[in-house]
């Protein structure tokens, strides 16, 4: 959300040149309300929005650098971009590692994925959006080298990075401006109300297990959101606060996604919680040896130099926080193991640790059948049959064991919402 609001602000300052402030305070104020009285749906809705703004921008874009951008070739060789350098090897890994563990860590894709009808819908959906999502950052990516190797940036006064590509729409007349601009907006408002409607559903379900009434939920992620825009409009780069959260997730995830196989039923959520934590810790060891002192290395945890550093301790960062992460994981399942064998010793009981866990049987939610037919919801008083099936099947899969598809898995979570 920091980034999302930041971003905004940047970018509308970059081309009108006014105070991005109130434009940020009206997203964050229409997107509540219309989340409010539409849910988690209307975000659907606003996503196929985002689509079309997007391919909106990139003809924008394209339009601009066959007719407004002028390459002066001098640049391009004193840019050094075509050069390799440390900082580019470094990227291979660091990109990769970044990306794919924050998006494990967005609840926003978490709950499109809960949300798709089969498996078989969830993997072309997934391919679809790869495929676009490449080649939109393909071309996206390529427009920062235009601008540099055009004059547009870092412009006077000198712009950051991370909004190269509209400053090169600036080019274009007022008016098409004016249209880029209802385009961005139109954009981070798509994107933040999935973040603030994953904010509603994590709140109420993995916090508050759905005891406290939703409205309540959405007035506590509205005082959220207040402190969400002073640090947006305080934070001095978009790119700082996204390496942050990914230097987490790089920590978090690699240690969460052990908990999603299902032979490793024995790794709990404490493992998590500790590898987590310990994976943050690394990098501030790391960085306490790396640069000498401890100060240096808690300032390693923000990245306050970004990527550009010019020497490995970004790069060290992201190596040590996944493995880290892991290695504190495993410490903490075996102090675990320990503390309850010995705990069973001294009971006198079978250590039962390691034990598989029961599959617990509950009442199914309704959901979309396999033919595509909604299920009949019964009368009052009478048995529901979808939750009689449902105890069928899971009676008859804890005794003949076939592993449970992902659309049950699925099914599953929904219950505890």
């Not at 924050?102 to 809960?114: E, H, K, M, Q």
């Not at 498996?119 to 920062?144: E, P, Y």
């Not at 919801?377 to 804890?398: I, Q």
């Amino acid at each position: 959300m920091v980034a999302e609001l930041s971003a905004l602000q940047q970018i509308i300052n970059a081309l009108t040149g006014l105070n991005g402030l109130p434009v940020v305070i009206v997203e964050v104020v229409v997107t509540t309300i219309y989340t409010s009285l539409g849910g988690f749906k209307v975000s659907f809705v606003t996503d196929n929005v985002q689509g079309g703004m997007v391919v909106g921008l990139i003809i924008i874009a394209v339009i601009t650098i066959g007719t407004q951008i002028k390459i002066d070739r001098s640049l391009i060789e004193s840019s050094g971009f075509l050069e390799p350098s440390l900082l580019g090897w470094q990227l291979i890994y660091i990109l990769p590692i970044a990306i794919l563990t924050n998006d494990f860590f967005l609840s926003n894709f978490w709950l499109r994925t809960f949300a798709s009808k089969t498996d078989r819908d969830l993997r072309i959906g997934v391919s679809i959006a790869s495929g676009a999502v490449f080649c939109i950052l393909m071309l996206v990516g390529v427009t920062g080298l235009l601008a540099a190797w055009s004059g547009a940036w870092p412009g006077d006064p000198p712009q950051l990075g991370s909004i190269a590509f509209f400053l090169l729409l600036e080019k274009l007349p007022g008016w098409v401006v004016g249209i880029v601009v209802v385009m961005t907006v139109s954009l981070s408002t798509a994107a933040f109300d999935s973040l603030q409607s994953a904010m509603v559903s994590t709140g109420s379900n993995d916090l508050f297990r759905n005891r406290l009434p939703l409205v309540y939920v959405r007035l506590l992620v509205v005082l959220c959101i207040i402190p969400v825009v002073v640090v947006a409009l305080k934070s001095p780069s978009v790119l700082q606060i996204f390496l942050i959260s990914d230097l987490v997730s790089a920590s978090s995830i690699p240690v969460l996604v052990f908990g999603l196989w299902d032979k490793v039923h024995w790794w709990t959520g404490f493992e998590v919680v500790v590898g987590g934590l310990g994976g943050i810790f690394s990098v501030f060891i790391f960085g306490t040896i790396y640069f000498g002192n401890a100060h240096a290395g808690a300032k390693l945890i923000l990245l306050e130099n970004g990527l550009y550093a010019q020497d490995w301790s970004v790069f060290g960062a992201f190596l040590v926080a996944p493995l880290g992460g892991i290695l504190f994981g495993i410490a903490a399942l075996i102090l675990r193991l320990s503390f309850h064998f010995f705990l069973a010793k001294y009971q006198h009981r079978r250590f039962d640790a390691l034990d598989k866990p029961e599959p617990r049987l509950e009442p199914s939610r309704p959901y979309s059948t396999d033919d595509g037919m909604a299920p009949v919801e019964p009368r009052a008083g009478e048995p529901s049959s979808a939750s009689n099936k449902d105890v069928e099947e899971g009676h008859v899969a804890s005794h003949h064991g076939p592993k449970a598809s992902l659309r049950e898995r699925v099914a599953s979570k929904w219950l505890k919402m």
